[in-house]
């Protein structure tokens, strides 16, 4: 069993990680020891604050051992990836991995003895998105609440639409843009018919855009520009094109004005572009709670994925 994408998981799996991590979080001493013994590798070929220290950290919380390396430092750079993770797989109990194509992420679950956690790809972030339903399970007590997500199709997205909906929320997107390494826009289309409880705005006007605002009950919001674009300077025109044409779905207090909205942001931030300051600090806690179960979601997911029970 990986956990490559959420797609692959039944409903009731995905309860079960959740409900997990939130007992591990109200008690962890009592699970201090859980995975004592048990060793993680974390191999990242892309920049990494939350997933590096949740992973890290969480199973360090239940008594196991880590060791992280950069992509870079590490001769799947000149290897086949095939033969190095079985090497690795030799020396360790489970491997996260950060890296730039799905498709080595899936070479590497299938050839990998040990289960794979995808710590994020182009075309999907599955831990976040368990952490951010974690999330809204904690503020609200039910699933069945409205995102409403204003973006662009990305990896996130993907894997709140593989996820969310399930649990029995309701997402709509308003994403003007698809991320083009993440969904086409005839996967987009597919996906959105065959999820329920998932709406798909790509063009919208504003006065429907600030009635879905103040329905929502979370306005989440992401990035415009991937991590590894942001601030390479090859890319300044895609990343000046993005922001020209995403400037009118910048989250603001004016867009919220008539909302009871929590706000939600995965992190890294970019202020000024897709979320006004002003409204970072004042959902900070929000948005840093989110952050944070980031950390207690790993644990249930390692619970899960080397078959412990509770």
Request: hydrophobic share 40%; aromatic share 12%; charged share 20%.
């Given at each position: 069993m990986n956990l490559i994408t959420l797609k692959s998981l039944e409903t009731e799996n995905l309860k079960s990680i959740i409900d997990t991590s939130v007992r591990i979080k109200e008690n962890p001493k009592k699970y201090a020891d859980l995975l004592t013994g048990r060793k993680l590798y974390m191999?990242?070929?892309?920049?990494?604050?939350?997933?590096?220290?949740?992973?890290?950290?969480?199973?360090?919380?239940?008594?196991?051992?880590?060791?992280?390396?950069?992509?870079?430092?590490?001769?799947?750079?000149?290897g086949e990836i095939e033969d190095e993770v079985r090497y690795v797989a030799r020396n360790v109990d489970l491997i996260l991995a950060r890296l730039k194509s799905h498709k080595d992420l899936e070479n590497m679950a299938q050839a990998s003895p040990v289960p794979v956690i995808n710590g994020c790809c182009e075309k999907y972030h599955p831990t976040q998105a368990l952490a951010d339903c974690m999330?809204?399970?904690?503020?609200?007590?039910?699933?069945?609440?409205?995102?409403?997500?204003?973006?662009?199709?990305?990896?996130?997205?993907?894997?709140?639409?593989?996820?969310?909906?399930?649990?029995?929320?309701?997402?709509?997107?308003?994403?003007?843009?698809?991320?083009?390494?993440?969904?086409?826009?005839?996967?987009?289309?597919?996906?959105v018919n065959h999820t329920e409880n998932l709406?798909?705005?790509?063009?919208?006007?504003?006065?429907?855009?600030?009635?879905?605002?103040?329905?929502?009950?979370?306005?989440?919001?992401?990035?415009?520009?991937?991590?590894?674009?942001?601030?390479?300077?090859?890319?300044?025109?895609?990343?000046?094109?993005?922001?020209?044409?995403?400037?009118?779905?910048?989250?603001?207090?004016?867009?919220?004005?008539?909302?009871?909205?929590?706000?939600?942001?995965?992190?890294?931030?970019?202020?000024?572009?897709?979320?006004?300051?002003n409204l970072v600090e004042k959902h900070i806690n929000t948005i840093l709670r989110q952050g944070e179960n980031r950390r207690h979601v790993a644990k249930g997911i390692f619970t899960f994925l080397l078959g412990i029970e509770l």
């Open positions: 191999l990242f070929e892309k920049t990494s604050t939350r997933t590096a220290l949740s992973f890290g950290l969480g199973f360090n919380e239940l008594g196991g051992m880590y060791f992280m390396q950069r992509w870079q430092d590490s001769n799947f750079t000149v999330t809204v399970k904690e503020i609200f007590q039910t699933y069945e609440k409205t995102i409403v997500y204003i973006g662009i199709w990305n990896n996130v997205f993907n894997s709140l639409a593989a996820s969310f909906t399930r649990l029995g929320g309701r997402l709509i997107g308003v994403c003007p843009i698809l991320n083009p390494a993440t969904v086409s826009e005839s996967e987009a289309a597919l996906i709406e798909w705005y790509k063009d919208i006007t504003p006065e429907t855009l600030k009635s879905l605002v103040d329905e929502a009950d979370v306005v989440y919001t992401d990035t415009w520009v991937d991590m590894e674009f942001i601030n390479n300077p090859k890319y300044k025109s895609l990343k000046d094109d993005r922001m020209n044409q995403m400037g009118q779905y910048q989250v603001t207090s004016v867009l919220l004005k008539d909302s009871n909205a929590v706000v939600m942001h995965d992190m890294p931030i970019h202020s000024g572009y897709e979320i006004e300051r």
